[in-house]
Structure formats: structure tokens, C-alpha cells
């Protein structure tokens, strides 16, 4: 588990990380998103005791990183899988790791079965492909069987198999109750992986939430509608202030109004509807929208001056319903 508390990080006058307070709960997967350059990196060395903080404070499992008997149990991190540059063989970097943090041999052999690097253990981790690389990486960090995993970018130029094969990692570890942090750029590898996100922009915590709430916090894209009586539903449509235009696959995409709106309305007009989808939007366009300008969000319960742009409080609309405009 890991607790931020006012974390706060300043390089000279540029303020890399503003009181950040946030919790990373065991047995769930939270991604750590942000655009670059939103103080992502710098939060993760602050939390392994590489960076200290400006203010506030982070514990791992109740205590300071540094202040760990035996930090490898409590907390493993993947920061930079191309930092293994080395001409020992994989087992042995892993076995020299294991001795100088008082982990038994045997665990060696576990993890690197569990990563995967059994036929490859005995070459030298330097001419490692990225994939392996990253492989041996996470090796590392689960050599000391930490409570609290933490990958920076794992998938950064993998391929789908590597891609796939650290997404379903990273929920075995969390199924087996370990706290995971992870931060990536791909957002539909996040939105497939994480529970729970933390998202910062300049610094700052716009949201620390379950994925679900955070895209349910911008407008559903649109309403996908499926009709035989096209020209009766176009006009229902029009009349309530929406608009309706037909898609490639033969269905309609209504905006404006909620697919409670239009159902209402087609029942009242006896309009058929053979499909009623509200189309939400994906985890990449709520990212997008709700860090376009990170200053003007704030964290979830807190307010800004005004409404933030982009934050869902349903379509607008004709103020009467669609049952008045059928009638
Ligand atoms: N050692 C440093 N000296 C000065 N500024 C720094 C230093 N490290 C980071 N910064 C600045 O702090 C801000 C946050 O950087 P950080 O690397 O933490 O962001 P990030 O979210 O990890 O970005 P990316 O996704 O691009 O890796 C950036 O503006 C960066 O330029």
C-alpha cells in the first residue's frame, strides 16, 4: 500500500509535483496516468526514497521506503527497464540481488519462471531483446515477494504477446493482494488493465477514482438508435433540438438527447426501436478532455470557479421532454 500526503516537489522554480495526495490500495490495479511531463516519474522516485520531496510525505505500507528492514518484501519498482545493462547472465544478476538483500537462492528460480526467462537465464541479461529486458525487470522487482508492485511505462515497446503477457500479470499480482501501480501512455491498455486510476496534469491530482467514474465524468458520446421508421424518428429528433445522423452500419447516431430521451419519445410517437446504445466515451477521449487544461480541473470533490468544461452533467437539450414533442 502506498500513501501520498501532500507530496510536493520543486526543481528551482519549476514545481514538478503539487500536494498530491493520494492511496494505492492493495489488490486492485491503479494505473497512474497523466500527460508527459505532469510529474508522473518524479512521484515514483519520491515514492522509492530516490527523490526527496519538497513537502509532504509517502509511506509505503505505514513507513518511509528507506525506512524498510527489508524494502524488496515491501515494495518492488520497474522505473527503467534499458537501466539492466549488464554482462552477467540474468540468474546471476538476480542471484547477486537476492544475496545482497538476504533473499534465499531458491526464489531466483521462481521468479524467473514466473517471468518467463527459464531458456534464457544463463545468457547475458546485456544482449537482452526489450521484451526480455522488461521480463527480467519485473524479475527483479518481484525477487523480494513485495506487498506494493510499481512499473513505470511496462509496455513501452513490447509487442501485442509482451503487451498481453504484462497486463495479465499485473491482475494476477493484484488477484493475489498485492498493491499495484502502474503508469502507461496507452490508454486502452489501461482502461483494460486498471480498476482504479490516479490521474495528475501539471503536477496536480485531477482525479483518484474508479475507471468507470472517471469516463462517466465527461458527456456519452452520443446514442447509437436502430429504427425501421427512419423519417418519423428524424423528425422526433429534430423537433426535441438533437441531432441524428446515419452511420455505415445502417444504425443511427442521435446527439443532443439521452437514450432515456429518445425511448420515452419513440414510445409516445409508436416509433419501433430495434436498438437504443448510449455510446460512452473511452477512457483515451475522457483522458484527453478532462487533462486538455489541467489547471482548470481539480480533484474529484473539490471545486473549480464555474463549471470545468467537458464534465458531464448529461446532454443538453429542449427542455421539454420527448413524450411533449411526440404529442
Ligand atoms: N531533475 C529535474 N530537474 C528539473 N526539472 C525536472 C527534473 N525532473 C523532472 N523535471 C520537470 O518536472 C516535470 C515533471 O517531470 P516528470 O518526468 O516527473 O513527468 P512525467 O509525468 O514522468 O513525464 P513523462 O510522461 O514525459 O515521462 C517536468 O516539467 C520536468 O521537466
Do not use: C
Not at 544482449?127 to 522488461?134: A, N, T
Not at 488477484?175 to 496534469?201: D, K, P, W
Not at 452511420?247 to 443532443?256: H, I, L, Q, S, W
Amino acid at each position: 500500500m502506498i500513501e501520498a500526503m501532500g507530496l510536493r516537489k520543486t526543481y528551482g522554480r519549476k514545481v514538478a509535483v503539487h500536494d498530491l495526495s493520494f492511496t494505492v490500495r492493495p489488490g486492485i490495479v491503479t494505473g497512474f496516468l497523466g500527460p508527459n511531463g505532469s510529474g508522473k516519474s518524479t512521484t515514483m522516485r519520491m515514492i522509492l526514497g530516490l527523490d526527496r520531496p519538497t513537502a509532504g510525505s509517502v509511506l509505503v505500507d505505514g513507513r518511509p521506503f528507506a525506512r524498510h528492514e527489508a524494502p524488496l518484501s515491501s515494495l518492488g519498482a520497474l522505473l527503467d527497464a534499458k537501466a539492466v545493462h549488464t554482462g552477467r547472465s540474468a540468474e546471476k544478476h538476480l542471484r547477486a540481488m537476492a544475496a545482497t538483500a538476504g533473499i534465499p537462492r531458491s526464489r531466483v528460480a521462481e521468479v524467473v519462471e514466473l517471468v518467463g526467462l527459464q531458456d534464457v537465464a544463463k545468457r547475458r541479461a546485456g544482449g537482452f531483446s526489450l521484451g526480455m529486458g522488461q521480463r527480467l525487470g519485473i524479475a527483479s522487482a518481484l525477487l523480494g515477494n513485495p506487498s506494493t508492485v510499481m512499473f513505470d511505462e511496462p509496455v513501452n515497446g513490447l509487442d501485442p504477446d509482451g503487451i498481453l503477457w504484462i497486463r495479465n500479470l499485473m491482475k494476477s499480482l493484484a488477484r493475489e493482494g498485492r498493491a499495484v501501480f502502474v503508469s502507461s501512455h496507452l490508454m486502452s491498455e489501461m482502461a483494460l488493465t486498471a480498476e482504479h486510476l490516479v490521474v495528475i496534469g501539471r503536477g496536480r491530482l485531477i482525479a483518484d477514482e474508479g475507471v468507470q467514474t472517471f469516463i462517466d465524468r465527461v458527456r456519452p458520446r452520443g446514442v447509437t438508435v436502430r429504427s425501421p421508421q427512419v423519417e418519423q424518428l428524424t423528425e422526433l429528433v429534430h423537433t426535441a433540438g438533437g441531432t441524428i445522423s446515419a452511420t455505415p452500419e445502417g444504425a443511427f447516431d442521435v446527439r443532443g438527447l439521452t437514450a432515456e430521451q429518445i425511448g420515452d419519445g419513440a414510445l409516445t410517437a409508436g416509433i419501433a426501436l430495434h436498438e437504443l446504445t448510449t455510446v460512452r466515451a473511452s477512457l483515451e477521449e475522457a483522458f484527453m478532455e478532462l487533462t486538455a487544461d489541467a489547471v482548470e480541473y481539480a480533484a474529484h470533490g473539490t471545486t473549480t470557479p464555474g463549471s470545468a468544461p467537458g464534465v458531464a452533467s448529461g446532454p443538453t437539450t429542449d427542455p421539454r421532454t420527448l413524450q411533449e414533442v411526440a404529442r
